[in-house]
T-cell receptor
Framework: DTAVSQTPKYLVTQMGNDKSIKCEQN?????MYWYKQDSKKFLKIMFS???????INETVPNRFSPKSPDKAHLNLHINSLELGDSAVYFC????????????????FGEGSRLTVL | GEDVEQSLFLSVREGDSSVINCTYT??????LYWYKQEPGAGLQLLTY?????DMKQDQRLTVLLNKKDKHLSLRIADTQTGDSAIYFC??????????FGKGTTLSVSS
């Protein structure tokens, strides 16, 4: 009964291909995120959705397209993969902060390691 | 935006205390967080502190917050080899998601 689950855990593909990573959370949270962690372990926010609506879109190439079919799912599709897309992609979810016992903390999935050859 | 700053490496001996420091940027951050990442795993929340607090203690963990200097620290008492991991501080910056520091790799030797 994993709280935030991502698939696949590992993905190896050729440059130019298109790939998707899926994320599901069973915590009942309203907000979901995609973060990218590079080889130096730096974590950067890419996108955030609240109740299926895009609320954060950082400077990310438009080859990356998030899709949220419902508030429990946030998928990431990447077109025309490049070598620099190799990274670990983390999905996360949260409640908004301010409610009782709610500090707005993020709950992370285990990550999806993408390797582009 | 400006970066959340952390030193990249810390090496301690088992049984010693570890102190990991962080400088954040947004003085209006409501909460500040410490996350732990073990090899090959996702990030797990260790603890957080509300911005109107100076200190929070949770078993072996002590968080100190200096709002004037925008400085956050995490002290781990009696550090164990199982504490070896990357530790990230994060701030809740207005208008965006949590912003993370670059992470401090803690290495504990026996």
């Amino acid at each position: 009964d994993t709280a935030v689950s991502q698939t696949p855990k590992y993905l190896v593909t050729q440059m130019g291909n298109d790939k998707s990573i899926k994320c599901e959370q069973n915590l009942g949270h309203d907000t979901m995120y995609w973060y990218k962690q590079d080889s130096k372990k730096f974590l950067k926010i890419m996108f955030s959705y609240n109740n299926k609506e895009l609320i954060i879109n950082e400077t990310v190439p438009n080859r990356f397209s998030p899709k949220s079919p419902d508030k429990a799912h946030l998928n990431l599709h990447i077109n025309s993969l490049e070598l620099g897309d190799s990274a670990v992609y983390f999905c996360a979810s949260s409640h908004p902060s301010g409610g009782p016992g709610e500090a707005g903390e993020l709950f992370f999935g285990e990550g999806s390691r993408l390797t582009v050859l | 935006g400006e970066d959340v700053e952390q030193s990249l490496f810390l090496s301690v001996r088992e049984g010693d205390s570890s102190v990991i420091n962080c400088t954040y940027t947004d003085s209006s951050s409501t909460y500040l967080y410490w996350y732990k990442q073990e090899p090959g795993a996702g990030l797990q929340l260790l603890t957080y502190i509300f911005s109107n607090m100076d200190m929070k203690q949770d078993q072996r963990l002590t968080v100190l917050l200096n709002k004037k200097d925008k400085h956050l620290s995490l002290r781990i008492a009696d550090t164990q080899t199982g504490d070896s991991a990357i530790y990230f501080c994060a701030e809740s910056r207005a208008g965006t998601a949590l912003i993370f520091g670059k992470g401090t790799t803690l290495s504990v030797s026996s």
